[in-house]
């Protein structure tokens, strides 16, 4: 086979690959907005999809018409192919396939590793499932039921168990979701870039009242939250004073009838 034919078909075929590290390089120090980048992840794939699919449909098409049977005795006669050819129809739609799961493979474990990995000024709570609700502890000590609150912008960090069976802590519009396991620390972060109320649910069967076992997020400006914060953590304990030390009664000497004692 022709050497330079070779040559610009292995150029062909890592072209894609150095577009694909490109694309997967670090693109700062910003913190990353998960639900973000695997939406725009979603979009890249219904258009590839989309793309692809009308590329071979339009080839498919083509090819059903000049090739139609164009009068009822017409026999289809096989024409040899050559090796050069064989290996385009064979290669080139199976490289456009290949190169392109690649690209999405690699973005998609970029997106992951960002999901397992909370920045560091994360803003950590912890979270206790049960059936059929949340407990939410705050660093500040404030504990709340079913309502998540957290100030907007800031990276939160997770901290998720369960006290009784397998649950799911799924907050939906930030794509993100992770099993609460019994005796297990497990872990997820999202960062609330908008303020606003968003939905947080169980979706792992776990008895009557599965279908209750859910929640809100409520994503705060941060002046709001700190005050908040602070109203709703504990007080101290005011301490009620010692009581005073009775003075020291110097020593009298007790009289009795028949002289000192
Ligand atoms: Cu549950």
Same mark, same amino acid.
């Given at each position: 086979m022709?050497k330079?034919?070779l040559k610009r078909?292995?150029?062909l075929?890592?072209?894609?690959?150095?577009?694909v590290?490109v694309?997967?390089?670090e693109?700062?120090?910003?913190i990353?907005v998960p639900h973000?980048?695997?939406?725009?992840?979603?979009?890249?794939?219904?258009i590839?999809?989309?793309?692809?699919?009308i590329?071979?449909a339009?080839?498919?098409i083509?090819l059903l018409?000049k090739?139609?049977?164009?009068?009822?005795?017409d026999?289809?006669?096989?024409?040899?192919?050559?090796?050069?050819s064989?290996?385009?129809w064979?290669?080139i739609?199976a490289?456009?396939?290949?190169?392109?799961?690649?690209?999405?493979?690699?973005k998609?474990m970029?997106?992951y590793?960002?999901f397992r990995r909370?920045?560091?000024?994360?803003?950590?709570?912890?979270?206790?499932?049960?059936? #059929?609700g949340?407990?939410i502890?705050?660093? +500040?000590g =404030?504990? /709340?039921?079913? %309502?998540?609150?957290v100030?907007v912008?800031?990276?939160?960090?997770?901290?998720l168990?369960?006290?009784?069976?397998?649950?799911?802590?799924?907050i939906?519009?930030?794509?993100?979701?992770?099993?609460?396991?019994?005796?297990?620390q497990?872990?997820? #972060?999202f960062n609330?870039d908008?303020?606003? +109320?968003? =939905?947080? /649910?169980?979706? %792992?069967y776990c008895?009557?009242?599965h279908?209750g076992?859910?929640g809100k997020?409520?994503?705060?400006?941060?002046?709001e939250?700190?005050?908040?914060v602070?109203?709703?953590?504990?007080?101290?304990?005011?301490q009620?004073?010692?009581?005073?030390?009775?003075?020291?009664q110097p020593?009298?000497e007790v009289?009795?009838?028949?002289g000192?004692?």
């Amino acid at each position: 086979m022709d050497k330079s034919y070779l040559k610009r078909l292995s150029y062909l075929l890592f072209a894609p690959l150095l577009f694909v590290s490109v694309a997967s390089a670090e693109t700062g120090n910003a913190i990353p907005v998960p639900h973000e980048g695997w939406d725009h992840l979603w979009l890249e794939m219904m258009i590839d999809i989309v793309a692809i699919g009308i590329i071979f449909a339009l080839v498919t098409i083509y090819l059903l018409v000049k090739y139609r049977r164009k009068n009822p005795n017409d026999i289809g006669e096989a024409k040899p192919m050559s090796a050069l050819s064989v290996m385009g129809w064979v290669l080139i739609p199976a490289f456009v396939f290949i190169a392109d799961d690649v690209y999405l493979g690699v973005k998609n474990m970029k997106h992951y590793l960002e999901f397992r990995r909370p920045p560091e000024n994360s803003y950590t709570v912890s979270v206790d499932a049960y059936m #059929w609700g949340y407990d939410i502890t705050y660093p +500040e000590g =404030v504990i /709340t039921s079913n %309502e998540l609150r957290v100030p907007v912008g800031r990276p939160i960090k997770v901290n998720l168990t369960s006290r009784d069976v397998v649950h799911t802590l799924y907050i939906p519009d930030m794509r993100t979701k992770w099993d609460a396991l019994p005796g297990k620390q497990m872990f997820l #972060w999202f960062n609330p870039d908008k303020i606003g +109320e968003h =939905v947080m /649910t169980c979706t %792992e069967y776990c008895g009557m009242l599965h279908s209750g076992m859910h929640g809100k997020i409520i994503v705060m400006p941060e002046k709001e939250f700190a005050k908040w914060v602070e109203e709703n953590k504990p007080k101290p304990q005011l301490q009620e004073p010692a009581p005073a030390k009775a003075p020291a009664q110097p020593q009298t000497e007790v009289k009795t009838e028949g002289g000192k004692i």
